[in-house]
């Protein structure tokens, strides 16, 4: 066992004596997961969402603090929800991707998710982990310093959550649904939303844009959330700067710009001096594109900062806000830039020496045909995903983490290759054809308590080589570097950032490039890691981390709780 388990089993120890003396609360919550009628672009769709509400209630909570949310399945689809980037220390039974670490909330049923929050500040979102239900279903989830604690920054006038959304007009079960039926690619939305509102530039959004409202020379910190379901984005507000403070609930070092690029599972959170004319200015997000020749969503939404100045001039709705400077849809070079901004706000004590060196390949695939059928892929095919050539299989009659528990065979097996398979030139143009077809299977990686894992992801050109924004559940993990091409074991190593790299539960891997990530196993359980492009992980880019218990109670994965749902 490494010294960093030790000291986190220390770190336990003290965050439970400091919950005591903090006060720490005890947070109830219901979530009715319900149909709701909804109109957006001059129509209405009755769509899936929490206590009727689109966005989903926030949650605000304390660092220390215990939530318990008893979530009511009212829909009538099966579901459960993901508390995005909490660590779920001993309680994997509350991290909520179906089938990973539990049954889905059929109709009429329901589960109480309960888990405590230790180490983590800033901003994280929940969201439905279940088909395409998240386009409706998710909110954010605000963890604030303990009672006798500040900000690593002057205290914000203001904090305004800002979630980024994709809208389709139409039901999104029903489009998945008939892209897995054909084997093409889903259609692409038809606006992306800031707070569910699409903004002015689209039909029937006018008046419903969202507003934020602000007061001359104020400072507000703005929580930006991609809750997009398959579209990292680019964020700008006219003639202001922005300056970054958090991402993924982990504090950065200050850093000023002014364009965000935020994909998919990730948060950012920004402070904004209101230092210009008192007038309206627009914040506007479109999508930054990576794959080439892919269709996408080419539409911009927007909301509106509004200065109230208390002076009698009307500069109001006659006068249009001003509108920001947005990137090209594939400006990598933008992109990249903002990545290498962020960094941790002191020096790191990296862990190590590293137990498992592992290497992922990370892409799209096509699947052949079955004879007599027609596919809506390229050439009479099925579109596919992969990590190191396995296309996720989730089980569907218990999940992954009732048959580690139980010991059920059959259900998964722990051959997940550390290596791919087969060796090539991941970023090639032209990939040989037989490394398009990977193998479907349901495949996890097991770790030992407390092993220094590192691995890279590496995109590849199959099909079309892709930003992959990667999520692992349970875990934060630090970038240690990324880059483009193939990774260099002796070349790209000398770029390793050991003093200061960021810590974050998504990254987004570049486009024809890799990253590298390293971790402690210290959160027993099985956890997911995949693509938070909902079309991927749909596809099968994921898999399973399965790390053992540790020695004693705070290091063994806790009972699960009496009324979780069986299969």
Known sequence: MSSSSSSRLLFLLACSVLALLAGAEVHHHEFIVQETPVKRLCKTHNVITVNGQLPGPTLEVREGDTVVINVVNHAQYNVTIHWHGIRQFRTGWADGPEFVTQCPIKPGGSYKYRFTIEGQEGTLWWHAHSSWLRATVYGALIIRPRENKTYPFEKPAREVPLILGEWWDADPIQVIREAQRTGAAPNISDAYTINGQPGDLYNCS???????????????????????????????????KMTVVGVDASYTKPFTTSVLMIAPGQTTDVLVTMDQAPTRYYLAARAYDSAQGVAFDNTTTTAVIEYDCGCATDFGPSIPPAFPVLPAFNDTNTATAFAAGIRSPHEVKIPGPVDENLFFTVGVGLFNCEPGQQCGGPNNTRFTASMNNIS????????LLHAHYYGIPGVFTTDFPAYPPVQFDYTAQNVPRYLWQPVPATKLYKLKFGSVVQIVLQDTSIVSPENHPIHIHGYDFYILAEGFGNFDPKKDAKKFNYVDPPQRNTVAVPTNGWAVIRFVADN???????????????????????????????????APPVDLPMC
């Open 206 to 240: 006018k008046e419903e844009t969202t507003a934020v409202p602000v007061k001359p020379g104020e400072t507000a910190l703005l929580r930006f959330i991609n809750a997009a379901l398959n579209q990292e984005l680019f964020v700008s507000i006219a003639q202001h």
């Open 524 to 558: 027993p359980g099985v956890w997911l890691m995949h693509c938070h492009l909902d079309v991927h992980i749909t596809w099968g880019l994921a898999m399973a981390f399965l790390v053992e218990d540790g020695y004693g109670k705070l290091e063994t994965l806790e």
């Open 392 to 399: 996720f299989v989730f089980p569907q009659t218990t999940s």
